[in-house]
């Protein structure tokens, strides 16, 4: 026993159960035949107990179970100031134990008792520590990032937002990544060393549960990658979709996380997008846009159907499709003229040619 408690730390949680099993173990050495138990049972008792005791750590070592009242590793967490230091505060970790929040991540009138919301994560000691910076994704999220160095026998290592950089073993690369490289991963806790890495594989990491969305309903997107069809997007952290070529009005940036709606669930479960609601739910609302922006402009815009789709998406948010529906809406319905370059408000139109008839 005690040689495998020389070995390798065990994961957080798993603590308890080397606990439990050393109380096991040294109860053993109390077990003796009684009258009326079958004495050869009795005997190996010692030795089943053992067994038991050690099962249970191996277990443990290689199944970590979440326990009540702890702190998530790799989530933003609420946790309790239960001591002050010259380091910084100690905040209660329940079954982690105190976790420390340095000094420089201490928000101002926290004190004794005060709760902070705070992201748990290990040091560069592998020693749980807490902080108000926010990392670009938590565990179970995805995020693009930003290939930092690699090390030749441990895989590269990312930008997320912390002063730790993230490890993408290369076991989770495919293919292998390059410095200077921006990378869509899922972030996650290993489940042999407990610790929060990187994986490229992200299809690995998605739901496989079917999706159950309704046509046009507004989900986040994180662009993903490219194909010959369009592009694959990553759905509210846990479905993959896809946004067809046919439908934007010029390329996306991998990495881009923007809002999309739902244009069908197809029967083998994926997704078809859209960054645009569909139908008149598209339309009317950004044609009171475009009116504002005319109101607030003096009557008058340069961007008509000619303008670059990127500078309509810039402006308005919506694609340059739906931006020629809505203004073509507002001219069948004389509420704007054309102007070759420019859209201009029919009341506006008519003022400015009044005033070329007679300036007076």
């Known amino acids: 026993?005690?040689?495998?408690?020389?070995?390798?730390?065990?994961?957080?949680?798993?603590?308890?159960?080397?606990?439990?099993?050393?109380?096991l173990i040294a109860s053993c050495s109390r077990v003796r035949a009684r009258p009326g138990l079958d004495n050869q049972r009795s005997l190996d008792a010692p030795a089943l107990c053992r067994g038991v005791a050690l099962s249970t750590i191996a277990d443990a070592r290689v199944n970590p179970v979440p326990c009540a009242n702890m702190a998530l590793i790799g989530k933003r967490n609420l946790l309790t100031i239960v001591r002050e230091t010259q380091s910084g505060f100690y905040l209660d970790g329940g079954e982690h134990g105190e976790i420390l929040l340095p000094g420089r991540y201490i928000p101002a009138g926290a004190g004794m008792g005060s709760e902070v919301d705070v992201f748990i994560y290990c040091d560069s000691e592998d020693r749980l520590v807490a902080t108000t910076d926010r990392p670009r994704a938590e565990v179970g999220q995805f995020a693009c990032m930003h290939v930092k160095d690699i090390h030749d026998r441990a895989g590269a290592f990312l930008d997320w937002g912390l002063p730790k950089d993230l490890l993408l073993p290369f076991r989770e690369q495919s293919p292998h990544v390059r410095i200077g490289e921006n990378v869509v991963v899922a972030v996650l806790l290993d489940p042999e060393t407990n610790r929060i890495i990187a994986s490229a594989i992200v299809n690995r990491h998605l739901s496989r549960e079917t999706p159950e969305y309704i046509e046009g309903q507004p989900v986040e997107l994180l662009i993903a990658e490219e194909s010959p069809l369009g592009y694959s997007a990553i759905v509210d952290n846990k479905h993959r979709g896809l946004l067809y070529k046919t439908n934007l009005g010029g390329p996306l940036k991998i990495g881009a996380r923007m809002k999309g709606y739902v244009k069908s669930v197809r029967s083998d479960g994926k997704l078809d997008l859209s960054l645009d609601p569909s139908g008149y739910a598209r339309v009317a609302p950004l044609t009171e846009q475009i009116l504002d922006a005319l109101t607030r402009a003096g009557g008058r815009l340069n961007y008509d159907d000619s303008t670059d789709p990127e500078a309509i998406r810039a402006r308005f948010g919506t694609s340059k499709k739906a931006f020629k529906q809505a203004i073509g809406a507002l001219y069948r319905d004389r509420k704007i003229v054309f102007l070759n370059p420019g859209i201009q408000l029919v009341g506006d139109a008519q003022a400015s040619a009044s005033f070329a008839k007679d300036p007076a």
């Open 1 to 23: 026993m005690r040689g495998l408690m020389r070995g390798r730390a065990p994961a957080p949680c798993a603590r308890n159960a080397w606990q439990r099993a050393a109380k």
